[in-house]
């Protein structure tokens, strides 16, 4: 049987990722009732991480403790990859003590090539293309919050980066519309937007995105290794902030979100991110518990 990794949304079908959003929401209420449920007893999960993290760290080591699993931290320094093994060598080792991997890195071919060697399921935890589970969150934080997010508009405002094409990868698997709002030359991966004309609308004015939307979300401008991009990035995005008057455009009930570390008078202004409309807490949260569904999936025989 073929090992079913998650480097991408399309690697489970739209019947898949809905009924693990289901099961995220499920677990979720398990989790809050108190109740043990431990799935993956003894299994251990190795977490390989190139790029600093909070929420991504703490989310996958707290599911596989609840679960009843372990989980352990790996990186370059405290590895032998620091000193030059190759990801091939390293994925077939780690694959046959490990019961599942998951990988945060710069580069999505440094994933592709720990699943290509892997005896078990490779997670993608965030590369410089994709992050996700970071989606997995937020389409349940959306659907506690409104419902189904099928047939529903979505304002991407800020850098058409991982989490922009994660959003283009949802909206198609989802099913609603993306209007996404970048200043020119930071536009999403051409390559990505081919064939979404269907779902995907851009834009260089995030009020022509954002009007009407039932959902709004930006990222910070600049992301993990582009530190000394950040006064360009500030000059070039200063229009793009989300703040008060932009987010009065959209629909009264739209929901704010962000995948944090927030910058609040960058790309969003604390009354946003602090106020009624957003759902950031919630979001960051659903970390845990959608991963704990997808890691059951995953890793449960």
């Known amino acids: 049987m073929a090992i079913k990794h998650f ?29 043990i449920y431990e799935p993956l007893k003894n299994k251990v999960l190795g977490m390989f991480f190139e790029k600093s993290s909070t929420r991504t760290r703490v989310s996958f080591e707290v599911a596989m403790t ?47 090539c720990f699943a290509a060697y892997s005896q078990v399921p490779v997670i993608n935890a965030l590369t410089d293309l994709y992050h996700p589970c970071q989606l997995l ?41 993306l209007h996404i709002a970048t200043p020119i030359g930071y536009e999403p991966n051409a390559d990505l937007l081919k064939n979404t004309e ?11 995105a954002v009007a009407n939307a039932n959902l709004v979300v930006t990222d910070s401008w600049a992301s993990m290794g582009q530190e000394q991009e950040k006064e360009q990035r500030s000059s070039d995005f200063k229009n793009y902030q989300v703040n008060r008057k932009l987010i009065a455009l959209a629909k009264k009930d739209a929901l704010f979100m962000h995948c944090l570390p927030a910058y609040r008078g960058k790309e969003v202004t604390a009354d946003v991110i602090d106020g009624n409309q957003s759902v950031v807490w919630d979001e960051a949260e659903n970390r845990l518990h959608a991963q704990k569904a997808l890691l059951e999936k995953l890793m449960v025989n």
């Not at 349940?140 to 508009?153: K, L, V, W």
């Open 7 to 35: 480097l991408t949304l399309f690697d489970l079908s739209t019947q898949e990722l809905d009924h693990l959003i289901q099961r995220a929401i499920e677990l979720k209420m398990l989790q809050k009732s108190r109740e």
């Open 198 to 208: 269907k779902y995907i609308q851009l834009t260089s004015d995030p009020k022509e």
């Open 66 to 112: 609840q679960f009843g699993g372990s989980a352990i931290f790996l990186s370059p320094r405290d590895t032998q990859l620091g000193r030059g093994e190759s990801i091939e060598d390293t994925a077939r080792v780690l694959s046959r003590m490990i019961d599942g991997l998951m990988v945060r890195t710069f580069s999505h071919t440094t994933l592709e």
């Open 137 to 177: 969150a937020d389409i349940q934080t959306y659907t506690e919050h409104r419902g189904s997010i099928q047939g529903q508009t979505v304002a991407w405002v800020g850098d058409g980066n991982n989490m922009c094409h994660s959003y283009i990868s949802a909206a198609q698997q989802f099913g609603f519309k």
